[in-house]
């Protein structure tokens, strides 16, 4: 090979591209005035077929490709500057569909000779990582509206729930969001203990006062019973006006004779909470006829589960036992508390009854003695006795008298506790 051809400039030119001929990327050699000299198939590509790139100036080329005129002008900028530049992304139209190039160029410089000073450079596709980045990002953004939705819609759901377990009492409410099956025909017959209770004279009453200040009393009332049932375990039926319909046994249970202790435990704590209200409603209300409230307890079989119609079902129990507890409310005396037989045979040992007369109760075929409660004042049955602290809160003078009375209770039922403690002591030795 002569000296003259190896120094002839296209030569040299087609010598220093050679490497970039079959370079998967669109890659182009330029003059320093960045008028093209070499192209490989791929740059070509991006052209219609015909047309001829060498000498065509780079710039131009690149805004007929429609490239924005912001990027043309920071890349001659960025490479007079510093020699070089990279653009990480230009979009370029190709048979009407837009694809994603990076462009990287360098300023070359040679010792030997000034013909292969210039510029070369590539555009490298990145159509397809630019997509996956795009879908990406989508997913992600979709992703954290599906979560944000989500959080918004669980805010509401919580709401909802909250204001929902005002409507049920704390063991339905559980066993409803704890459950996974979605039958609401489950019944069962289970031994239960039920508890209902009403105001005497409430119609009378509230007819006489402010609906405002009736919703107030009631409210009240119902929301201080409402306290006392749920610390003593037992499941809220419903409120039927000013009537009160607990049961115990369901869907708890610690035992029939246990289920029956803390219902009438209730029962007993209710009706010293009804007479520290009787006396607010007398002194500090003016209510003259004050707050008189019947209680009845009856134990026996009840049909429980969800009652109702296809559109709305309440859990709830049936039965002869739910009639007995209503019938023994309507013949109780205010602020007192009758029991059925069943339920004063499992207590006796542990509560004082008294047998009042024989009934014909609505619904029953045979007479129903009842048993009244005794020692309504003594507030420490075995339910309520748990604690090391007892609080004395004196009213009015009259109440030493019933206060002494509950103090020696408590000294009584501690020392047979501690009698017990010691002997059980004695016992695992």
């Known amino acids: 090979m002569n000296i003259a051809k190896i120094l002839d400039p296209d030569f040299l030119h087609r010598i220093s591209f050679f490497n970039f001929e079959n370079a998967i990327t669109g890659a182009f050699y330029a003059d320093k005035n960045l008028n093209l000299i070499n192209t490989n198939k791929n740059f070509e590509n991006f052209f219609k077929k015909g047309i001829e790139l060498k000498s065509q100036n780079l710039l131009t080329l690149l805004a007929n490709l429609g ?30 569909k837009v694809h994603y190039f990076s462009l990287l160029s360098t300023k070359t410089k040679s010792p030997i ?8 450079g590539q555009l490298i596709d990145r159509t397809a990582e630019t997509i996956l980045k795009q879908e990406n ?12 939705s989500l959080k918004e819609k669980n805010k509401k759901l919580e709401k909802i729930s909250n204001r929902l377990a005002k409507y049920l009492s704390p063991q339905i409410y559980k066993n409803i969001f704890e459950t996974d099956s979605e039958q609401t025909n489950d019944y069962k017959r289970k031994k239960l203990t039920v508890f209902f209770s009403d105001i005497k004279g409430f119609t009378d009453l509230s007819d006489s006062l402010d609906p405002d200040l009736l919703a107030e009393l009631v409210n ?16 809220i039926d419903k409120f039927i006006g000013d009537a009160i319909l607990v049961f115990f046994g369901d869907p708890e249970s610690d035992g029939l004779k246990k289920d029956a202790s803390k219902c009438l435990s209730m029962a007993i704590a209710m009706q010293n909470k009804v007479a520290e ?38 859990y709830t129990v049936l039965g002869s036992t739910v009639n007995l507890a209503s019938r023994l409310e309507s013949i109780c005396h205010p602020q007192k508390i009758l029991v059925a037989p069943e339920t004063k045979t ?6 004082k009854f008294e047998a009042k007369e024989a009934v014909d109760l609505k619904g029953f075929n045979k007479p129903i003695v009842p048993f009244q409660y005794l020692d309504l004042k003594k507030t420490t049955s075995p339910e309520i006795l748990k604690g090391d602290v007892v609080d ?24 047979e506790k501690l009698f017990q403690t010691v002997s059980n002591k004695k016992n695992k030795k």
């Not at 000779?113 to 070369?120: E, F, H, K, M, S």
């Not at 019947?294 to 049909?303: A, E, N, V």
Request: glycine share 8%.
């Open 277 to 314: 209200l009787d006396r607010n409603w007398r002194e500090d209300r003016g209510i003259s006829e004050g707050l008189n409230v019947r209680m009845g307890i009856s134990t026996g079989y009840c049909t429980v589960g969800n009652f109702g119609s296809v559109q709305r079902v309440d």
């Open 392 to 415: 004395i809160i004196l009213k009015q003078p009259g109440d030493i008298e019933s206060i002494l009375y509950e103090l020696k209770s408590l000294q009584k039922d501690y020392e």
């Open 220 to 235: 009240e009332y119902l929301s201080a019973m409402t306290d006392i049932a749920l610390t003593h375990g037992g499941t």
């Open 346 to 351: 499992l207590l006796e040992k542990e509560f």
């Open 113 to 120: 000779t000034d013909i292969l000073n210039g510029v070369q």
């Open 67 to 96: 490239v924005e005129q912001k990027i043309i002008t920071d890349f001659r900028t960025t490479l007079n500057k510093d020699g070089k530049v990279l653009i990480p992304q230009i979009e370029i139209k190709l048979n009407d």
């Open 137 to 148: 990002e989508e997913l992600i953004s979709l992703n954290q509206q599906a979560y944000e």
